[in-house]
């Protein structure tokens, strides 16, 4: 049986090629998406999850919702990903379905649920900490929250030590790391260690439609902002390796370990701190992705998002 997805997600090139690989994966039905405040306003991510299904042809519409801007963060990340969040390509918005508010839906999602329900966020966590508020973690049928955030060993992306998606809203990042629900953490250490270079589009240069054309059309753009603000040739996919974590967490290690979000200190707010001392005094309060295949990870990356 396919794992019920709810996608929680703030497009972004990496979010859009990360949702087009959900829809290239029969392990996974995409049961919602829900657009939150991140690289862009929330109510900019909804058109860009209207323009994504639209240009992946998608016809069994998923459930839609969008979240609440956290009035804190006014910083937003276009400089990577375009004032339209999808390389400047401003893409059509085809249709659109009624959009709930995030919350609501994915609490009646996961409270009304015969079967359990993975929540995939790729986004600041603003969305899910407001479904916890709503529901409390014990009503809730979530066979695991899966994030792509955090950076524990490796420099942060938002400030010299935090990661953007904790950054952007770190008092709902600990609210929901620090709750009783399964969670998953995939961090820069991981997606960081994947670099997409030119040589790898090719695998998109016959793709004539769909989640392929869709990379060739986002990628270029991608590429400039990775040179001129990282100075790498290559890109990272973020939230396209979180999302592979989903459909094939074999090509993946984890260990438990606790973690918890630092959201006071005047330069470290954002930052994630992970314990992992030979010795703990903490329980366990998260699995954290430590390692992956890298020859098996990309091939399954690109063979995905190259499928007609």
């Not at 997805?5 to 994966?25: E, M, Q, R």
């Not at 996974?28 to 860009?48: I, M, Q, R, S």
């Not at 603000?229 to 890109?235: I, T």
Request: charged share 20%; net charge negative; hydrophobic share 45%.
């Amino acid at each position: 049986m396919a794992i019920k997805l709810v996608v929680d997600t703030d497009p972004g090139i990496d979010d859009a090629l990360a949702i087009a690989l959900s829809f290239n994966s029969p392990e996974v039905k995409v049961h919602a998406l829900t657009a939150a405040g991140g690289n862009l306003p929330a109510e900019e991510c909804l058109k860009n999850i209207y323009r994504i299904l639209g240009f992946l042809g998608v016809r069994d519409k998923p459930l839609i919702g969008v979240g609440r801007d956290w009035p804190r963060s006014g910083e937003d990340a276009r400089h990577i990903h375009g004032k339209d969040g999808l390389a400047n390509t401003y893409l059509p918005v085809f249709s659109r379905n009624a959009a709930e508010p995030a919350a609501k839906l994915i609490a009646s999602i996961l409270t009304g649920s015969p079967e359990p329900v993975t929540l995939l966020a790729l986004a600041p966590l603003t969305s899910v900490a407001d479904t916890i508020d709503r529901i409390g973690t014990a009503e809730g049928n979530v066979e695991r929250v899966v994030i792509m955030g955090g950076a524990f060993h490796v420099p942060g992306n938002a400030s010299p030590t935090a990661e953007f998606n904790i950054y952007h809203n770190p008092e709902a990042a600990r609210l929901v790391i620090n709750s009783p629900l399964p969670i998953v953490i995939v961090p820069l250490d991981i997606t960081t260690g994947l670099v997409f270079t030119v040589r790898d589009f090719d695998a998109f240069s016959r793709c004539r439609t769909g989640a392929g054309k869709l990379a060739r059309n986002l990628l270029p753009f991608y590429l400039q902002a990775h040179r001129r603000y990282l100075g790498l040739d290559g890109v990272h996919l973020h939230d396209v390796v979180a999302t592979a974590f989903v459909m094939a967490p074999e090509i993946f290690e984890t260990k438990k370990a606790w973690c918890d979000v630092e959201i006071e200190g005047e330069i470290t707010r954002g930052t994630t701190v992970i314990d992992d001392r030979p010795i703990s005094p903490k329980a366990p309060n998260v699995e954290v992705v430590t390692g992956f295949d890298a020859e098996a990870l990309k091939n399954f990356i690109l063979s995905r998002l190259s499928r007609e």
